[in-house]
């Protein structure tokens, strides 16, 4: 008796060759690694750049720098140039504006119980004459890197008040210049402040002469 070869059927070998592929594919996306495009770890180990210089990585969700204050009696009977430092928390890069920020701010309460204060918290007053960026108006103030007034300069930071300064004497005017210059020369890419008024002169200055841009 001969025995009928059966024919295979083409769609099935077809089936079976779509079936082995798809089986292929699967074991070799499992085995390879995850793109580190999208690694937490290795975003996380490149260090942030700062106003030109490296710093260390956030921790807490932002970037610890610190404020200058004055403290009381020091730096009102003795020495107006003495201030003291404490710790913040910036949730931005912009490191410096946010520590100007903070100063005109001022201390927490428990900061101000331990005699800690800042001139500038009661000095500004009225409009700002800055662009504003937000509709609830200008800014307080402007802060330009590698520039005394409107002229390069590196090292130099220039702040320029968009509101106006009231000061009520010499011994303000030498804190408020202490607690800025303290404040922005934490960091390594700033050695120098200029503080200039809302009107472009020099602050501080009784003689007219604008010397701080010269």
Partial sequence: MIRKIAKR???SLRLLFLVLSALSLALAAWMLPTSGASH???????????QGQLVSTPSSGGYPIKVFFSRYPDSVTSDPTAVSPVER??????????????????P?????????????????SGPSNCAAPLPVGGPDFT??????GSHNEPGTATVGFCRQLTSPGIGADARVQAEITATLTQFPSIQRVVILTRDG???GDESGLDRCLS
């Fill in 108 to 124: 927490t309460p428990s900061e101000r119980s331990a005699g800690l204060f800042s001139e500038l918290n009661t000095m500004l």
């Fill in 143 to 148: 802060l330009t890197l590698n520039q005394r």
């Fill in 89 to 106: 928390i910036s949730p931005t890069l912009a490191v410096g504006t946010f520590a100007l920020q903070m100063l005109i701010a001022g």
């Fill in 201 to 203: 002169h020099c602050f």
């Fill in 9 to 11: 059927h083409p769609g």
């Fill in 40 to 50: 937490p770890q290795s975003q996380a180990n490149a260090a942030p750049m700062v």
